[in-house]
């Protein structure tokens, strides 16, 4: 039963077992007498989000008394998930980032085929698109299902907005009216943190995502691409995305070389800037400096064409299934117990996530009020960066980009990494 034609039908049957568990049925006679309690190595990656599936993982328990959930929190997950898939010690069910880590270890089928669970059909296929697009087994399967997602969007102050009497941008050129309106007040337009390299990220990735060509990335990532023999490149097609970027860094504060993500948290939580180029992600540690602080959000407005506005969102956090898994049917039990929708809210209101279900109705934090729409529509594309090989310092260009402003050298180079990447390919394919 392990040819990859037989898992189809097997993952089918246990996903059915599994619906029952999750109902409510005890699986403890499903192990033998001298078996004892079944212990699932549950792999959680997000130390925020500790209490969250404490808690989740005690109530499955108590649904299941014959299961026990050994939750396994690390400091350095993807160091340690690579360690453990080198000894053979795949957990049963893991929680990851949906990035381009993921994606390569989807892609080495380490992990089930997901697509017949019960769960996978309530997943929104927009959603699952993105995080399949990453890589997964022989091209086909189905390797994680999306728990919870994120939002690259601009986050704003509404106090400030309404003290100026400034609408939410929906085009580029009122996005900058409004810095610039800010800018004019003495109020800083945003907070910049240039210390973290990856803090410019989340400007980008909205930038590049919907300013670059289609089909961009499946070409300059082809074997043996180079920038003279390929369709598309960074210093063909990646000009207006990096003028845009060095742009709104133009507003960065004094002192912005020397913040960090923490110090930008902090700024934006006592009012100190209109805006703040962070998503989601940046809420829970803005609202723990100031449980008060005034947050609402709006996609980033990168053409002055509002019909072309896009979310860029992530899979914040993926469930995926050891795939020689000794406790099949009670992973898959557990899986769909944290797949329901009350699970799924539950924690996206802890975490101020957004929810990848079809059926989960809308969100109910106002800070994300001002991209549910827009996610719920389906208007949405995924992160530029997770296509961006590992080998690659995409983030130290990019700082190192906004600090001297040297929009050629920083497409020069990022044409020469990724044809060394392709480079790399095509040996290895060769081999």
Excluded at 71 to 81: E, F, K, L, Q
Excluded at 196 to 211: Q, R
Excluded at 349 to 360: F, G, I, N, T
Aim: glycine fraction near 6%; include cysteine; aromatic fraction near 10%.
């Amino acid at each position: 039963m392990n040819t990859a034609k037989s898992r189809p039908s097997t993952w089918r049957r246990l996903a059915g077992a599994a619906l029952a568990v999750a109902l409510g049925a005890s699986l403890a006679a499903c192990a033998p007498a001298d078996a004892g309690r079944v212990k699932l190595d549950f792999f959680q990656f997000k130390p925020e989000a500790v209490a969250n599936f404490q808690g989740l993982a005690a109530e499955f328990e108590a649904k299941n008394p014959g299961i026990d959930v050994v939750i396994n929190s690390v400091p350095d997950p993807d160091t340690a998930i690579r360690t453990l898939l080198v000894k053979g010690k795949t957990p049963d069910v893991l929680t990851l980032n949906g990035n381009g880590n993921f994606g390569d270890l989807a892609a080495s089928c380490v992990f089930a085929d997901l697509s017949a669970f019960p769960a996978a059909s309530r997943t929104k296929p927009e959603i699952q698109e993105i995080l399949d697009s990453l890589g997964t087994c022989h091209g086909s399967e189905t390797n994680g299902l999306p728990f919870a997602n994120n939002a690259s969007a601009i986050l704003y102050n509404p106090d400030i907005f309404a003290k100026y009497n400034v609408a939410v941008p929906r085009t580029w050129d009122e996005l900058i009216a409004a810095a610039d309106t800010f800018k004019d007040n003495g109020v800083a337009p945003f907070h910049m943190t240039l210390k973290d390299a990856w803090t410019v990220l989340p400007a980008y990735v909205n930038l590049a995502g919907n300013l670059k060509p289609a089909g961009f990335f499946q070409d300059i990532r082809s074997s043996a691409w180079t920038p003279q023999n390929g369709t598309h490149s960074f210093a063909a097609d990646g000009v207006e995305a990096a003028e845009k970027l060095k742009k709104l860094f133009s507003y960065r504060q004094p002192g912005a070389d020397s913040d960090g993500y923490n110090d930008g948290n902090a700024a934006f939580a006592a009012g100190k800037s209109a805006m703040y180029l962070q998503g989601s992600f940046a809420i829970p540690a803005i609202r723990a400096a100031n449980p008060e602080a005034r947050i609402a959000s709006f996609p980033y407005p990168t053409t002055n064409n509002p019909a072309d506005t896009t979310l860029v969102t992530g899979v914040d956090v993926t469930l995926a299934m050891g795939r020689d898994t000794k406790h099949p049917t009670e992973a898959a039990a557990f899986i769909e117990f944290l797949m329901r929708s009350e699970s799924m809210k539950d924690y996206a209101e802890a975490q101020s996530a957004l929810v990848p279900l079809k059926d989960a109705g809308p969100i109910v934090d106002p800070a994300l009020a001002g991209v549910q729409d827009i996610f719920e529509r389906g208007r949405l594309i995924g992160y530029f960066d997770h296509q961006v090989p590992t080998s690659i310092p995409f983030t130290a260009m990019l700082q190192q980009f906004m600090l001297d402003g040297d929009t050629t050298a920083f497409l020069d180079r990022a044409d020469r990494e990724f044809a060394k990447a392709a480079a790399r390919t095509a040996t290895k394919k060769g081999e």
